[in-house]
């Protein structure tokens, strides 16, 4: 019986390192590849480059006069801070509303938006760069703001699905000792919800920090592009710049993960065990 | 309750006009049209090298120096170097004055995105051949118009190892005595050199190696022989009708490609090449490559990198570099029947080239500022810095025998007809992939033979037919499926 569970420990570990090792495997060259001391994909000895130094990161924050990477990393933290404050609070406010309000037309909004989340967002490319012509924000980060914020609601089902999964009775408790609706959102709601608040400001911040068609087609501006542009616009000897780049804007979302993941853990377990 | 209505009212108002507010002064710098009522700003688009290696900063410098008691400043647009005048320029997001090479600018000339010029209102009018102002002539209803000012002539060059050439070059490579090596001069006998180097390296080493499915760097297998893009109609102007590919002897140069691939590495057949070939000449792999001259500074750096890696200083490493690294004209003969292996009668070598320019934006409020800054940026000073700093070949004739050495041969062979420019009108655009696909199916044939698979292209028959469906193709493409 000993033997049949150190066997069967040994196989799950071998198989998960083997994963863990498929998965990891091409981080760890992207890694590699950014401390090349060549620069270049092309002089490596088989997988690997033949020399590191941290001259690329070096250069990458350094050499600006064609590639600025420092105000590439700006551009995206400004767009990615300001679209997940703006999403967070519509996407948190169209949930409740669609959750707890009934309506006249809810039901057709919610089967509206719903179809509407069906289309692809580039669909409408067109259309966002002629209006952003007419209001003159191309080459404005407001732009880009503007646009993913004004999408976000379109993704309040999972929050409506979490905001209906609160009962009932503690709103009409509420209700009952004279709180009102403001009063029912801030202090019954919201700390009841930390999860997903957790969840929508994560994933309001992690699509505009890698999106690339919209601030591609609105921002001409060398100086105004994000880093997903810029590092498109690499050079073709530019290989370890571009990956060093590709590295160091995981940085953020990363530790953004790991801060926030408590919150999740948390909310998920308190709602898990009655008490 | 009330008063919350009103502080988030209050609260909305104010980022909103926060937001406007940011909105506005982004957009001005992104302009830049005028950064005061009595200054004129022009936008310049250059190429990336030119950036890269400080000529853009040092050109705007001394134009604004020059400018800066006539209320004209310039800047540079900051833009990627083949963004669209097409999409940008109308709704005034493009610049006022762009460098671009002759196809690129006479396609937005043929939708009138840029403005026609006349030759008169610039001083080096009569100093840029003839061939280089063809390159910028629109025909529009019988009349001519030259839409942008020539700057410099490109064209494929051979980018070789000074360090690498065999020891005994001048006993058995230079049957004319003429102190150049053969292989320098002809195809054939860059070849043969080729298989020499391919056999006693065990295939480790290479001769030539370059993209071969890139129509621009291996069009002289196609032009040499009598092929053409495009031909011209009763008054000179390109006839795009006529797409001439698969005319002349075409076939058996195209042979010849086939026959030199066969001695080149496999990434020849695909884009491998366009981004190694660096690396590659530079550790010794290559013994040679072929890009354009603008890319000298691409070589020479990655050769430095090699030195500096073996413990050279960085100025030990440059001086190194560029001792040991030349770049000539491409081989001046072609064996007449294709067969690189034989050495008989010859052809001269006709390349693909191109003629990059200054055009100025049909969108630009200020056409008189602009053609002040291009003629001060095709000055005799700055084309010769510019010839300085990037190593181009200027077509200003003086500038051309001042700097001498590929320079001036590049010029010469401008003039001497050796160079035949892309056409100048849309349809060129069509030619490419038709054409790509072909010369990378051609290369792989070698290998295909290697391999012990079935060839397709084994005599001139097959590779007439293949010529003239890619004629067919480029054909459609522009009068068929485009309209």
Redesign the interface.
């Given at each position: 019986m000993r033997k049949e569970r150190l066997s069967e420990t040994v196989v799950t570990y071998i198989a998960l390192i083997l994963v863990s090792f498929i998965f990891f495997f091409p981080v760890l060259w992207l890694v590699l590849a950014s401390f090349s001391a060549s620069g270049s994909i092309y002089d490596y000895e088989g997988f690997f480059p033949k020399s590191y130094s941290l001259g690329t990161y070096i250069k990458l924050f350094s050499d600006t006069q064609m590639y600025d990477y420092p105000s590439w990393l700006r551009n995206t933290l400004f767009v990615a801070v300001f679209s997940c404050a703006l999403s967070t609070v519509l996407v948190i406010l169209t949930a409740y509303t669609m959750s707890r309000f009934r309506f006249r037309m809810r039901k057709p909004i919610m089967k509206t938006t719903l179809v509407l989340s069906m289309f692809p967002s580039f669909m409408g490319m067109t259309a966002v760069y002629l209006i952003m012509i007419n209001f003159n924000l191309i080459n404005n980060l407001w732009s880009l703001v503007l646009v993913y914020s004004a999408g976000a609601p379109m993704g309040y089902l999972v929050q409506k699905g979490y905001f209906d999964t609160i009962s009932n009775s503690i709103y009409e408790a509420a209700r009952i000792d004279g709180a009102s609706n403001p009063t029912i959102f801030w202090k019954v709601t919201m700390p009841l919800s930390k999860p997903i608040l957790v969840y929508t400001a994560l994933t309001s911040f992690a699509w505009p920090w890698s999106d690339f068609i919209l601030p591609n087609m609105l921002l001409k501006n060398r100086d105004l592009w994000t880093v997903a542009v810029g590092l498109t616009h690499l050079g073709e000897t530019e290989f370890s710049r571009f990956a060093a780049g590709a590295i160091f804007i995981a940085v953020p979302i990363v530790i953004l993960y790991f801060s926030l993941s408590r919150f999740l853990i948390s909310g998920v377990s308190d709602g898990a065990v009655k008490q | 309750?009330r008063n919350?209505k009103r502080a988030l009212g209050l609260l909305l108002i104010s980022s909103l006009a926060i937001?406007m507010t940011?909105?506005g002064s982004?957009?001005a710098?992104?302009?830049g049209k005028t950064s005061s009522d009595e200054v004129i700003t022009l936008r310049i688009l250059e190429n990336?090298t030119a950036?890269?290696e400080g000529y853009l900063d040092e050109l705007l410098s001394a134009f604004n120096e020059a400018y800066k008691d006539k209320g004209i400043q310039a800047v540079d647009a900051?833009?990627?170097e083949y963004?669209n005048l097409a999409e940008?320029g109308p709704?005034g997001?493009g610049p006022d004055v762009l460098y671009q090479a002759n196809d690129k600018l006479m396609s937005y000339a043929e939708d009138k995105h840029i403005l026609a010029l006349n030759r008169e209102d610039f001083e080096c009018a009569d100093l840029i051949p003839e061939e280089a102002w063809n390159a910028f002539t629109i025909g529009v209803n019988g009349n001519k118009y030259t839409c942008a000012i020539p700057v410099n002539v490109q064209e494929p060059m051979l980018f070789y190892r000074k360090d690498k050439l065999p020891e005994n070059w001048e006993t058995d490579w230079d049957q004319d005595g003429d102190k150049t090596p053969d292989f320098l001069q002809s195809w054939s006998s860059l070849y043969q050199l080729s298989q020499q180097i391919v056999t006693e390296s065990g295939g480790e080493k290479y001769g030539l190696v370059a993209s071969c499915k890139d129509l621009y760097m291996m069009a002289e297998f196609d032009f040499s022989y009598g092929g053409y893009v495009f031909g011209k109609d009763e008054n000179g102007l390109t006839n795009s009708e006529d797409v001439g590919f698969g005319q002349g002897d075409a076939a058996k140069g195209m042979l010849g490609l086939r026959q030199f691939a066969g001695v080149m590495n496999e990434e020849c057949i695909d884009d491998s090449i366009?981004?190694?070939r660096?690396?590659?000449v530079a550790?010794g792999t290559y013994f040679c490559s072929i890009s354009t001259p603008d890319t000298y500074v691409?070589f020479h750096d990655?050769l430095a990198?090699v030195y500096k890696?073996e413990g050279c200083s960085q100025e030990e490493a440059d001086k190194k570099a560029t001792e040991n690294l030349g770049m000539v004209e491409l081989p001046g003969k072609m064996p007449a029947d294709g067969d690189l292996s034989k050495n008989g009668d010859t052809v001269e070598t006709v390349v693909m080239g191109g003629v990059n320019g200054y055009g100025i934006s049909a969108y630009t409020e200020h056409r008189d500022a602009c053609i002040e800054f291009v003629n001060f940026a095709t000055s005799r000073e700055m084309i010769t810095r510019r010839a300085q700093i990037l190593g181009i070949a200027p077509t200003r004739s003086d500038v051309a025998q001042e700097m001498g050495g590929t320079t001036e041969m590049i010029f010469g062979s401008l003039s001497a007809g050796h160079i035949n420019l892309m056409p100048s009108v849309k349809a060129v655009d069509q030619i490419w992939d038709p054409m790509g696909t072909l010369l990378s199916d051609v290369a792989k044939d070698a290998f295909r033979e290697k391999k012990g698979e079935t060839v397709k292209y084994t005599d001139e028959a097959s590779m007439q037919e293949a010529l003239d469906k890619a004629s067919k193709s480029i054909y459609d493409a522009i009068y068929t499926l485009s309209n």
């Open positions: - | 309750m919350i937001s940011a909105c982004d957009n710098k992104a302009s990336d950036k890269q900051n833009m990627e963004s940008n709704y997001y366009a981004q190694n660096y690396v590659k550790d691409l990655r990198d890696a």
